[in-house]
C-alpha cells in the first residue's frame, strides 16, 4: 500500500514538472521573425530605383528590394559610429 502511494505521488510529480518545462519551453521559444520583419537591412547597394523609391541590397547572396520614403533615416557606418547622412 505505501509503495502504490509513493509511485502515485512520484507519478503526479513527475507529470506536474513535465506539464510546467512544457510550458517554460513554449514561453522561452522566439517568436516567428517572419512575424517581425527587420527594419534595418544592410548590405552593397545594385540598384536605385528614385521613380518607386526603391532599392535593390544584396547582403551576402541575398537579394532583397527595400523601399523608401521621405522618411526613411538614411545612415553610415564610421568607424564602428553611425552617422546620420539624411
Known amino acids: 500500500m505505501k509503495k502504490s502511494v509513493a509511485l502515485f505521488f ?3 510529480a ?4 513535465l506539464a510546467s518545462f512544457r510550458a517554460s519551453a513554449q514561453e522561452a521559444a522566439p517568436e516567428n521573425p517572419a512575424a517581425h520583419p527587420e527594419n534595418r ?3 552593397r547597394v545594385m540598384r536605385i530605383n528614385t521613380d518607386v523609391s526603391t532599392l535593390d541590397v544584396r547582403k551576402g547572396h541575398i537579394p532583397r ?5 521621405s522618411n526613411t533615416k538614411w545612415t553610415k557606418t564610421a568607424d564602428k559610429k553611425v552617422v546620420d547622412i539624411s
Open 10 to 12: 512520484l507519478a503526479a
Open 14 to 17: 513527475m507529470a506536474v514538472g
Open 41 to 43: 537591412w544592410d548590405g
Open 65 to 69: 528590394t527595400v523601399h523608401f520614403d
